[in-house]
């Protein structure tokens, strides 16, 4: 499981290839990651936003940004976790993905919580 701690932010990802949804033949790719967000600070958070940066294994480089996560911009108290799974394509077998959350503290300040960087790999015995 890849690791970041940013401000007392934990951020924990563990992915998953889904050869059901994916087709060698039409160089796609599919792969789930779950993360789940930890507060081990003393201040409620909120992740109001996503910043992604993929990379294929072609070199082929994409960045992705939205509010929130799987639709929801949760908060999450001190000692609390949230954990949610997603989802990639990628049109080679391997790849990479990290990123950062925007966070909102109650006083309203922002910080930027790191995602950190992880594979996406087919396993050996499928390729």
Request: charged fraction near 20%.
């Amino acid at each position: 499981m890849d690791t970041a701690i940013t401000r007392g932010i934990r951020v924990a990802v563990r992915t998953q290839y889904l050869p059901e949804q994916s087709d060698v033949h039409a160089t796609r790719f599919v792969f789930a990651y779950t993360i789940r967000i930890s507060n081990e600070g003393d201040e409620q958070i909120q992740l109001r936003s996503r910043h992604w940066h993929i990379l294929h294994g072609s070199g082929k480089r994409e960045e992705v940004t939205g509010p929130g996560v799987v639709g929801k911009q949760p908060k999450i108290a001190p000692g609390q976790a949230f954990e949610y799974t997603s989802g990639c394509v990628l049109t080679t077998p391997h790849g990479t993905m990290h990123g950062t959350y925007e966070m909102v503290l109650g006083d309203g300040s922002v910080f930027e919580a790191e995602i950190p960087a992880f594979s996406l790999a087919v396993p050996h015995t499928l390729n």
